[in-house]
Structures are given as structure tokens and as C-alpha cells.
Nanobody, 126 residues
């Protein structure tokens, strides 16, 4: 099983950018799905983006598509979430997650992911 740990949260103003990183430890056998979720205060977990570790195929929620970019550095065993044009409604605790890829898996929900980081706070002021 792999372990993941986020870094890079903080306080920014609306319109600014922030990059989160997620360090992956442990051996990755086969393909994995890497994901970012967020949880705003008083709300449920929300899918943000995911990426296949092997193929690099990505997908995003409609809320962040065009503003956020998920990417990876295989050599560094790290994946990232570049967040541009941040809005106050992006304020949340952001979590990275990882899980072995399985054909037919629905990688848009929290329950599909096995390994989770502790979360990092992102606050966007207006």
C-alpha cells in the first residue's frame, strides 16, 4: 500500500494561485489513480481532480475545470494540484488520495480511494 502526504496550503487572495503537492511513498505496482478532494466547513467531501499515474489521463470537476491542473512527477513520486484564479468558494481542506486502478472503477468518490493524506487548508479571501 502506498502512503500520501500533502503540502502547500495557505491563505491567498481571490484571483491568486497556489500549488499543492502530494508526496507518495511505498511501491507503486501497476497503475494507480491519484486524486484530489476537498471538504469545505460543514460540507461533504467533494471531488476535485484525478489522474492515472501511468497514463497521465486526467479529469476534473466542473467547478475547477480550466482553473486547476493536476500533474505528476514520476521520478519524484509526487503529484500536484496547480490552482489558478482562486475564488473564495475554493476555501476548503484539500486532501490527496491514491488507490490501485481497477477497470470500471468510479474514481470520483471518496470511497474508491484507499490511501489518504491528512489534509491541508486552503483559504481564499475576497
Amino acid at each position: 500500500q502506498v502512503h500520501v502526504k500533502e503540502n502547500g496550503g495557505g491563505l491567498v487572495q481571490a484571483g491568486e494561485s497556489l500549488r499543492l503537492s502530494c508526496a507518495v511513498s511505498g511501491r507503486i505496482f501497476g497503475d494507480y489513480m491519484m486524486g484530489w478532494f476537498r471538504q469545505a466547513l460543514g460540507k461533504d467531501y467533494e471531488f476535485v481532480a484525478h489522474m492515472s499515474w501511468t497514463s497521465g489521463v486526467t479529469d476534473y470537476s466542473d467547478d475547477v475545470r480550466g482553473r486547476f491542473t493536476i500533474s505528476r512527477d514520476n521520478a519524484e513520486n509526487t503529484f500536484y494540484l496547480q490552482m489558478n484564479s482562486l475564488r473564495p468558494e475554493d476555501t476548503a481542506v484539500y486532501y490527496c488520495a491514491a488507490t490501485p486502478w481497477d477497470y470500471g472503477g468510479y474514481y470520483y468518490v471518496k470511497s474508491m480511494f484507499e490511501s489518504w493524506g491528512q489534509g491541508t487548508q486552503v483559504t481564499v479571501s475576497s
